[in-house]
């Protein structure tokens, strides 16, 4: 069989569902583990879990509490195969809301270990109502936001200027897989990448078919069409959000 020759990375894949029927990812343990049997092919050795999490319909407890579980039943089955599969750090993909920056809760939800959180922004035209939220979670609480797949919202109005200038207030950007594999917004994904608009990549992958890991290969379009100052700058942020972060195996 081919092949694929992968470059071994230190870039962390910091937005995924592989955790067993959390959400809309993984539906099955041994779903979980081909995914992370495939991040671990493609040279990718650290990933982050973030599960889907709404909550305008359930409490962070509850959450955490599935996700506990979930957690325990990975690691078992880890263990009891005895494979090796990537560090796995743990978070969640907060859903907003209007009133998210002024909820103290939404602190259980940030990675692990630190003061990141990934958000989910919803995805519409915003206005200053959403601009402010944000600016709200860091002001507040400390946290630093990271917004999920920019390429998601950009087609709405002014999305783009409020991104640049969330970044400009400190959150960070995160940019999908799917953004470079697509051939038809390969080059879109690489002129932000040059232009300093991607802070972090994910592969935001749900499943070993339809949306499966693909950030291997898009490391490597970014090597190819950016260069390697690129690639380091891509490793030294996701070093960075997940230095002090919690790892669960
Ligand atoms: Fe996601």
Request: aromatic fraction near 10%.
């Amino acid at each position: 069989m081919y092949q694929e020759n992968y470059y071994n990375t230190k870039i962390i894949d910091c937005h995924s569902h592989f955790l067993p029927k959390m959400d809309d990812g993984s539906k099955s343990i041994d779903e979980s583990i081909e995914m992370l049997l495939e991040t671990k092919r493609q040279g990718i050795n650290e990933i982050c879990s973030t599960s889907h999490f709404y909550p305008n319909n359930e409490s962070p407890e509850s959450f955490k509490e599935r996700r506990e579980k979930a957690i325990a039943s990975l690691k078992e089955a880890i263990k009891e195969l005895n494979i090796e599969v990537p560090n796995i750090f743990i978070g969640a993909e907060a859903y907003f809301y209007v009133g998210i920056g002024s909820s103290k809760r939404i602190k259980e939800c940030m990675i692990e270990g630190t003061h990141y959180l990934l958000l989910e922004m919803p995805f519409m035209e915003w206005s200053k109502v959403e601009y402010e939220e944000v600016i709200l979670l860091m002001e507040n609480f400390g946290i630093t936001p990271i917004i999920a797949h920019i390429n998601r919202y950009i087609n709405y109005g002014n999305n783009l200027k409020y991104i640049k200038k969330l970044q400009k207030e400190g959150c960070l950007l995160q940019l999908n897989s799917e953004y470079f594999i697509d051939k038809k917004t390969e080059r879109k994904a690489v002129k932000f990448v040059k232009k300093g608009l991607v802070d972090l990549i994910g592969s935001d992958m749900h499943n070993t078919t339809s949306r499966p890991q693909t950030l291997g290969k898009t490391i490597r379009i970014i090597m190819n069409k950016c260069g390697q100052s690129y690639i380091d700058k891509l490793e030294k942020n996701a070093r960075k959000v997940f230095n002090e972060a919690t790892r669960i195996l």
